[in-house]
C-alpha cells in the first residue's frame, strides 16, 4: 500500500499571499467580468427573445397581409365606382344640356347681322316702291313725280346697303 504523503506541515509553513496592489487590481477584474458574464448572458436572452418575437411578427405579417391587400383593393374599387358614376352622371348632364340647345337651334335659321339689315333695307325700299307707284298712279303716268320717286326709292336702299356695310367695318378698326 502506498502511503499517503500529508501536505499540511507544509501548508502551514508557507507564506499566506500578502496583499498587495496587484492582486487586489486583479480580483477587481475578476468580479467586474464576472458580472460581464452574467450581463451577457442577460442581453444573450434579451436578444433571442426579440429575434423569435421578430421571426413571430413576420410570419404574422405575412398571413394577413393577404387579407389587408383585398381590404385596400376593395375600397379602392367602391372608390372609382363612385367617381366614374359621379364623371359618367355630369357627362350625361351635359349632353342632355347639348341636346336641349341643338333642338332649339332646331327651330331657328342662322345668318349674319350684315344679311339681316340689307333684308330689312331692301323690305323699307320695296315698300317705299309700292307707296310711291300708288302715288304715281293718282296723277298723270308720264309726269316728274313718279321719277323722282323712283330716284329716292332707289336712293335709299343704296344707302342703306352701303351704310351696312361700312358702318360694322368702321367700328371694328
Known amino acids: 500500500m502506498k502511503k499517503k504523503f ?3 506541515a507544509e501548508m502551514n509553513e508557507a507564506e499566506p499571499i500578502k496583499s498587495n496592489p496587484k492582486n487586489e487590481y ?5 468580479r467586474l467580468l464576472a458580472l460581464n458574464i452574467k450581463e451577457l448572458a442577460s442581453l444573450n436572452d434579451n436578444v433571442h427573445e426579440m429575434s423569435v418575437n421578430l421571426v413571430n ?3 404574422f405579417l405575412q398571413e394577413y397581409r393577404l387579407t389587408i391587400a383585398k381590404d385596400t383593393q376593395e375600397q379602392a374599387e367602391k372608390f372609382g365606382q363612385t367617381v366614374l358614376a359621379k ?3 355630369q357627362i350625361q348632364d351635359k349632353c342632355n344640356e347639348t ?3 341643338i333642338r332649339k337651334a332646331n327651330r331657328y335659321i342662322s345668318m349674319p347681322y350684315t344679311a339681316f339689315y340689307i333684308l330689312i333695307i331692301i323690305l323699307v325700299a320695296l315698300s317705299s316702291f309700292f307707296v310711291s307707284i300708288i ?3 293718282t296723277e298723270i303716268l308720264h309726269s316728274r313725280l313718279i321719277w323722282k320717286a323712283v330716284a329716292y326709292c332707289t336712293l335709299i336702299p343704296v344707302i342703306g346697303i352701303a351704310m351696312a356695310i361700312a358702318v360694322p367695318k368702321i367700328l371694328d378698326k
Open 6 to 8: 500529508d501536505f499540511s
Open 26 to 30: 486583479l480580483e477587481g477584474e475578476n
Open 57 to 59: 411578427s413576420l410570419k
Open 87 to 89: 364623371f359618367l352622371q
Open 99 to 101: 341636346e336641349q340647345k
Open 135 to 137: 302715288v304715281a298712279n
